[in-house]
């Protein structure tokens, strides 16, 4: 079943809602001598809806997860009239950021 969505609020929100995570990330302090590399094997399941998702807690209005083997993120996904698939960037970036601190806890937990 297609819904209806207006595409050029889509990418105005989404536009919006990046520089808010920079902002976000800027306004941390922080000390820019870093430099980790992580080499991960990861598979990424995208659905259309998270009934789906291969996990077994469920929780209401969940748009990703990650496993804390840091082999697996579930996102969200629609497909497009097109063809292509679009995905929350910013969930997957969030799911992402947890298989990282799964991996090494200096990494911050992005739920804290
Ligand atoms: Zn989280």
Redesign the pocket.
């Known amino acids: 079943m297609w819904k209806i969505f207006q595409p050029w609020s889509s990418k105005t929100l989404q536009d919006e809602g990046f520089k808010k995570f920079n902002a976000a990330f800027d306004a941390q302090e922080y000390d820019s001598e870093i430099g980790e590399d992580y080499e991960l094997s990861l598979k990424i399941q995208v659905v259309g809806d998270n009934i789906k998702f291969r996990i077994e807690s469920l929780l209401p209005g969940m748009v990703g997860y990650a496993s804390s083997d840091c082999q697996h993120i579930g996102i969200l996904g629609r497909r497009m009239k097109d063809g292509r698939i679009y995905i929350n960037q910013a969930a997957l970036g ?2 992402l950021c ?1 298989v990282l601190h799964f991996f090494d806890p200096q990494i911050m937990d ?2 804290k």
């Open positions: 969030h799911e947890h992005p739920d």
